[in-house]
């Protein structure tokens, strides 16, 4: 249907959110130095950027799923609900968990316009809302595996 495509495309959005959020992350974290060590150096840090990338990675799994379903689904008539909103639920989720980590490895200058990652944080969050809220989501998700209204 025309909302999963939707779907499918705001996941696709808060991916590329995520990665840009991420990848600004990685960069800062190789450049700022507080106490004499470069700031990615921290364990913190560390775990961070690893929860960050796992996320943003199982996400994108998710949209490949989805579109795999989608193009299926042209020819076999499939409802494919259940995918697509798993992955728009997912990664604009992770868009937020991402954006939101982002901030904080950038600390003080993370809530600055002068930074992108101020950006990514705001747009992540209309990934959750538009084309179905993640509460919607959910309740899409539950219906197809349920059979339930």
């Known amino acids: 249907s025309l909302l999963d495509a939707g ?3 705001i996941a696709a959005q808060a991916l590329g959110l995520a990665e840009a959020a991420l990848e600004a992350s990685i960069a800062y974290a190789g450049e700022r130095e507080s106490m004499g060590k470069k700031i990615g150096q921290y364990q913190m840090i ?3 950027l690893a929860d960050m990338k796992t996320r943003t990675e199982a996400a994108r799994l998710l949209i490949y799923q989805a579109a795999l379903a989608n ?17 728009k639920l997912f990664a604009s989720e992770t868009a937020m968990f991402v954006t939101h980590q982002a901030v904080q490895i ?4 993370g809530y600055s316009k002068e930074m992108p990652v101020e950006r990514y944080f705001r747009d992540a969050k209309i990934t ?14 539950a219906r197809q595996l349920t059979g339930l209204r």
Not at 79 to 86: E, K, L, N
Not at 128 to 141: A, D, F, K, L
């Open 128 to 141: 959750e809302i538009y084309e179905g809220t993640s509460e919607i989501q959910r309740m899409v998700i």
């Open 71 to 87: 193009m299926r689904a042209k020819q076999t008539g499939e409802r494919i609900s259940v995918y697509t909103s798993m992955a």
């Open 46 to 48: 560390q775990q961070k």
């Open 7 to 9: 779907r499918i495309g």
């Open 106 to 109: 950038h600390g003080g200058m």
